[in-house]
């Protein structure tokens, strides 16, 4: 039960990687927060300084108001899930469980409590007798969270605990943890790089990139008011599409493809106003394209004529891939529209849901 | 089928030749001196003479239990602390690592006779000559040691490391609780290699012992078989030799698996 605050945290390797960069992060009490971002921006290096395996080359981080910069890990209150499980393999299940306990110099009944009781909530009693090895991925998983639980700490830090599972396992444990942080009401930081992971569990995400906080939000505000082209590109799947454009003037502010005049909304023609004669990225989302015959209720339209490339079909939505002049474009229809790869076929954007950013700082415009 | 038959008679050649010199030894101690002259196996007299001379003679127990204290000593100091400076030098950040990596490497290389010397003169300076510890501390650190179990702790996933810490190990405990039981091959490895370096030894021993209590077996077997006390007796040589063999023919025949691994895997013989 406590807040984590991490105020210009940063990790250097060898005096010269720039693993994690003055990172500024409020993990409030009882939240669960997912780190996001691509491989190699610094996650787990992050995770890692909080939970005092890796050394803070500069800032502070706080745990329940102590500042823990030279606590070591056992006193930081604190319990993590590998991405490998990293079960003690020479341990029963059991031991493995009861070994935090044991070094803490509990009671042996206690232990013993903690341990069924642990276990009876992630159904894994029949197995406390057996050794890790003998186990099938999800056992084991259940069990490095169990490991995590038994000892009741402050904060819990997942490091990717689902990668390594088979995708229906992974939707059911995702579910299992969500459902274990409303249980024990207690911080929890997750790290993940997938990007459906972090919308679905957290109740804030952190999205980084080269080691930078790009946006800390909600997951519906990342999803509808990106702060950059980086987020915008990151959250969501399919991912946005981006076309370049130039904004032109004649009369209203208007983008422009090449040949294909796009119209600005009314609502943003302010903001586009400085960038006459500037290049700008347009982002619209696979979702907000439509068949002309479904797009009911649009009002700022495009409509445009596409080749179609391929068609994938989800069995409840069909994703199609198209040529769109110079861009290759993504669109998310419903599942009775199937058209043939190969074939022309018009297509509506919903230009009231376009994104504008800076070709720039690709920092967001509107 | 011939071939075959060829490879097995060369074998058996092999073998009989190879053996054939240590089973006319032990059968000659029991033969009485007069009939030491005979190639055959089979003895015509036996007598168990020289083995009483033996033990009359010399301290042979005493020495082999001084062997035994020594060679144990040594290889629980070996390791104990090689695999802690293999753990150091493996999982701990600190300033200089890899160089002190480097000048154990380096002392590899360094025969055992440029150090004979100097350490030889340590041992006078501490007044340990005569002494079980001249026998004993020398040894209890050995580069090879600590680079075996370096490489092997290299192997071990560093998450393992991280959740022990977590869990509230210190860093005694994540070597000898974590790190030690996913170790045995290794731990068998340096400590077989180890025991029987410092079983068979004679070097040191008759440099820094002169003690006849304190003398470990081949020290003693040695001294009295190549020293003269034995009287040019071949039967009591031959006897205190065969006493000599008897630890080593046992253990190997206990651990025989642990050793052919050993070897195999240090891919090294000592
Ligand atoms: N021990 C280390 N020594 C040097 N550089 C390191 C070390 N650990 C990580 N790095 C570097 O720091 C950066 C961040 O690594 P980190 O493991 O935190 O990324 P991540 O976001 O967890 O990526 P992934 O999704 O692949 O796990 C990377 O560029 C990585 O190469
Ligand atoms: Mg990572």
Redesign the pocket.
């Known amino acids: 039960m406590a807040e984590v605050v991490l105020k210009k945290v940063s990790?250097l390797?060898?005096k010269n990687?720039?693993?994690?960069d003055s990172v500024n992060v409020t993990v409030k009490d009882k939240e669960f927060i997912v780190?996001v971002?691509?491989?190699?921006?610094?996650?787990?290096?992050?995770?890692?300084m909080i939970a005092g395996l890796?050394e803070i080359s500069a800032g502070e981080i706080y745990i329940d108001g102590r500042l823990v910069n030279d606590v070591p890990p056992k006193d930081r209150d604190i319990a993590m899930v590998f991405?490998n499980y990293a079960l003690y393999p020479h341990m029963t299940i059991y031991d493995n469980m009861a070994f935090g306990l044991k070094l803490r110099k509990y009671p042996k009944d206690k232990i013993r409590q903690r341990v069924e009781e642990t276990a009876e909530i992630l159904s894994i009693t029949g197995l406390l007798k057996r050794k890790p090895k003998v186990l099938s991925g999800g056992q084991r998983q259940r069990v490095a969270v169990g490991r995590a639980i038994v000892r009741r700490p402050k904060v819990f830090l997942f490091?990717?605990p689902l990668s390594n599972l088979d995708a229906k396992l992974r939707v059911q444990m995702r579910a299992e943890i969500s459902k274990l942080h409303q249980q024990l009401k207690s911080t929890m930081i997750y790290?993940?790089?997938d990007q459906v992971e972090a919308m679905t569990m957290g109740d804030r995400i952190v999205v980084?990139k080269d080691?930078k906080v790009h946006q800390l939000d909600t997951p519906l505000n990342l999803y509808h008011h990106p702060v950059n082209k980086f987020v915008a590109g990151f959250i969501g799947s399919p991912a946005m599409n981006f076309l370049t454009c130039r904004v032109a003037k004649n009369g209203k502010f208007k983008l422009m493809d090449g040949k294909i005049e796009i119209p600005v909304p009314e609502k943003y023609q302010e903001k586009i106003s400085v960038y006459v004669g500037k290049q700008v990225f347009l982002g619209i989302r696979p979702e907000d394209i439509y068949l002309p015959e479904k797009a009911f209720g649009v009002t700022e339209k495009l409509s445009l004529r596409n080749e179609v490339e391929v068609v994938e079909p989800m069995g409840n939505e069909v994703y199609i891939y198209l040529k769109t002049g110079a861009h290759n474009i993504i669109a998310r229809l419903t599942a009775d529209s199937l058209p043939k790869s190969g074939s022309q076929i018009d297509l509506i954007f919903d230009l009231s849901k376009m994104h504008l950013f800076d070709s720039d700082t690709e920092n967001r415009i509107v | 089928m011939t071939k075959r038959l060829l490879l097995y008679s060369a074998l058996i050649i092999f073998a009989v030749f190879f053996f054939y010199p240590f089973l006319w030894m032990v059968v000659t101690t029991f033969r009485p001196e007069a009939d030491i002259g005979a190639l055959s196996i089979l003895p015509a007299r036996v007598t168990l003479e020289n083995y009483i001379a033996v033990f009359r003679k010399i301290p042979i127990l005493r020495a082999f239990f001084n062997s035994l204290l020594v060679s144990v000593s040594v290889t629980a100091g070996v390791l104990a602390f090689c695999s802690m400076a293999g753990y150091a030098l493996s999982r701990l950040k600190f300033r200089g690592r890899n160089a002190i990596f480097f000048l154990i490497l380096f002392t590899m290389m360094l025969p055992f006779q440029i150090t004979l010397i100097p350490q030889y003169l340590l041992m006078v300076k501490f007044h340990w000559v005569n002494t079980y510890l001249a026998l004993i501390i020398p040894f209890t650190m050995s580069a090879f040691g600590i680079i075996l179990f370096r490489q092997h702790f290299l192997t071990i996933p560093q998450d393992l490391i991280d959740a022990a810490r977590i869990d509230g190990c210190s860093e005694m405990h994540i070597l000898f609780r974590i790190l030690w039981p996913l170790s045995v091959p290794t731990l068998v490895t340096v400590g077989i290699l180890t025991f029987m370096t410092i079983w068979n030894d004679v070097l040191w021993p008759i440099i820094v012992i002169r003690n006849q209590d304190l003398m470990t077996m081949p020290q003693l077997v040695t001294l009295f078989a190549v020293g003269g006390r034995a009287e040019g007796l071949l039967g009591l040589k031959l006897a205190s030799a065969t006493l000599l063999a008897l630890p080593i023919v046992v253990a190997y025949s206990f651990f025989q698996r642990y050793f052919i691994e050993s070897m195999a895997t240090s891919g090294l013989k000592s």
């Open positions: 990790k390797f060898d990687i720039v693993a994690v780190l971002g691509p491989s190699g921006c610094g996650k787990s290096t992050t995770l890692r890796e991405q490091d990717e790290v993940t790089h980084m080691g």
